[in-house]
């Protein structure tokens, strides 16, 4: 996708790749960001120290990396979605389907760290924690209310962590983060002949900037407690809209209009331990949050509509959300190690406000990994999760945001269900 990628309804393409295509964590984030951590279900993230990676989830763990070490590594994503429902009109229902409607995808990540001495050490870090592609087509008979949507973005983190004692480590970086996407709706087959022509179609893109920090407790040799937390991001999100829903409101018809919305990433936080129960096995836990209830609702602001500039493109009403993992590791042998873990994710949307475009719903990991010790500085790690999501029911319009849309084609009646398969590897280098 180009610059100038992201509007108006990026908060709904966010939503799609992710949990909210049922893919991974909850609401739009991704929780990828590792095969390493993939292995275990990301449980006990914000307390391990595996490799470079480790900074990613929390920069205390730095402090833990010895010499300079560099992670490399991808995890493919293979999401199947359906929605099945009825979707009833004045002519009466009208069968709305669309199965395997969320793309798959390969997320990419790379770290480095570096130890400047045996108090202070450094790390850098590329990955994403948001993106999606989704389309539900232009036939699917509640296109009216959505038809498709798509994210990609792209964060560098800067890192450092300090050694305060042999207890406690602390650490810190910035965030720059990048994003585009688009989302659409689209005049539903029983709307004839205008059936396909775009109802609102938007794309943006922006630029901002975050913080994380984190700290890490050494309560003895065998048991470590970490916590992290990631601040929320600012994004005003520019580009252009265009539609029949946005020329019944502006003052001068146009093919498309420039347009901005105000978006805020949700703050996370994370509280992890680590307990190593004999030489061969360890134990880890993690307890997330994300504060998903500062996403209430979707403004359009587009200035040439004057008094009208602000358009209320749909209410969200989401809530903050939880997730719970508990993993293990096993060091089988001196140059093998199995890892194996298990996640609940908490839905962060009612049954009322869930869409037929932001399909949200609880989910269950279920994670096994292994880790290969090639030579003595060189590390290779592979992953593997299903995640089996909860059949939901989906009902809209849901309230007087989709009355609108409800006008052309209809209000829709369903359930979404669907499954995700994760495959990831990653390659570690000490120098």
Known sequence: MKTNKTLLSTAVAFSLLSASGIANAAGFQLAEYSATGLGRAYAGEAAMADNASSQWRNPAMLTYLEGTQVSVGAIYVNPNIDVDGTSTYIDGPHPASSHDFAHDAIIPNFYLSHQYNDKLAVGFALGTNYGMETDL???????????????????????????????LSIGGGVRYIMADGSIGAVMPPQMKPLAG??????????????????????????????????????????????????????????????GSMELTLP??????????LNDQLAIHTSINWTDWSSFKELVANIPEFGDKSDQLVKTENWKDNYRFAVGTTYQLDQ?????????????????????????????????????????????????????????????????????????????????????????????????
């Not at 087509?137 to 004692?165: I, P």
């Not at 922006?206 to 065998?222: H, L, M, S």
């Not at 299903?386 to 209809?410: H, L, T």
């Open 137 to 167: 087509g232009k036939d699917f008979a509640a296109a009216n209310f959505g038809n498709q949507a798509s994210v990609f973005s792209m964060e560098a983190n800067l890192n450092a962590a300090y050694k305060l004692n042999e207890q």
């Open 335 to 431: 140059k093998w190690t199995l890892r194996s873990g298990v996640a609940y994710d908490m839905s962060a949307v009612d049954d009322k406000y869930r869409t037929t475009t932001i399909p949200e719903t609880d989910r269950v990991w279920l994670s096994v990994g292994a880790g290969y010790e090639w030579s003595k500085n060189l590390t290779l790690d592979a992953g593997f999760t299903y995640i089996f999501a909860k059949d939901a029911p989906i009902s809209e319009p849901r309230d007087s945001s989709d009355n609108a849309a409800a006008a052309f084609g209809g209000k829709f009646e369903g359930e979404v269900t669907g499954n995700v398969w994760l495959i990831g590897v990653q390659a570690n280098y000490t120098f």
């Open 197 to 258: 022509k775009t109802l609102k179609y938007m794309e943006g893109d922006d630029k901002a900037w975050g913080w994380q920090i984190g700290a890490a407790w050494q309560i003895n040799d065998n048991n470590r407690i970490g916590f992290a937390y990631k601040s929320e991001v600012e994004l005003n999100l520019q580009g252009h809209a265009e539609g029949l829903g946005f020329n019944l409101v502006a003052p001068v018809v146009k093919p498309r209009y420039n």
């Open 267 to 276: 703050a996370t936080a994370e509280l992890a331990s680590f307990h190593q």
